[in-house]
């Protein structure tokens, strides 16, 4: 019977290393139970220890923060300056809260009228039905009615 001929190791495969771990501490030695947190003023997980500011979180937006960014935005405010009065949200995020969810949100009487029909058209619930109807985003419409039409 023929054997196939032993193929040489490939050098470029990793190999399981004998050598001890690098990350473990010598015996007695213990990590400190308080690290110093660099940025406790921010909630958590919004800034590294660097202290500059992390992507992909999802902290909702507060009627305080919506208020001062439209204040700002009137008054003609740069996206930095504005986005420094937002410590823990990066100038992407604040542009893009103000152009998907708020730069919509002012209505016109008739679109206020237009929205209160729809509203009864399609049921409260429907905000997306009724953003599609109104050419606004549902976010937007949903947000003007709850603070608009206190009752129906």
Do not use: Y
């Given at each position: 019977m023929l054997h196939p001929p032993a193929s040489p190791q490939n050098p470029r495969?990793?190999?399981?290393?004998?050598?001890?771990?690098?990350?473990?501490?010598p015996p007695g030695t213990a990590l400190p139970?308080?690290?110093?947190?660099?940025n406790a003023h921010l909630p958590a997980g919004l800034a590294d220890e660097t202290g500059?500011?992390?992507?992909?979180?999802?902290?909702?937006?507060?009627?305080?923060e919506e208020q001062r960014l439209k204040q700002m935005r009137d008054s003609g405010h740069s996206w930095s300056e504005i986005a420094k009065a937002f410590p823990a949200r990066t100038e992407g995020s604040v542009k893009k809260h103000w152009y998907k969810d708020m730069h919509y949100a002012e209505f016109a009487e008739d679109e206020s009228a237009a929205l209160r029909e729809a509203i009864k058209e399609y049921e409260a619930n429907k905000w997306k039905a009724i953003g599609q109807k109104l050419g606004k985003p549902a976010k937007a419409c949903e947000q003007y009615a709850?603070?608009?039409?206190?009752?129906?």
């Open positions: 495969k990793r190999r399981a290393s004998h050598s001890p771990k690098l990350n473990t501490l139970s308080d690290p110093v947190t660099p500059k500011k992390r992507g992909r979180t999802n902290t909702p937006w507060t009627a305080q709850k603070e608009h039409f206190k009752n129906g």
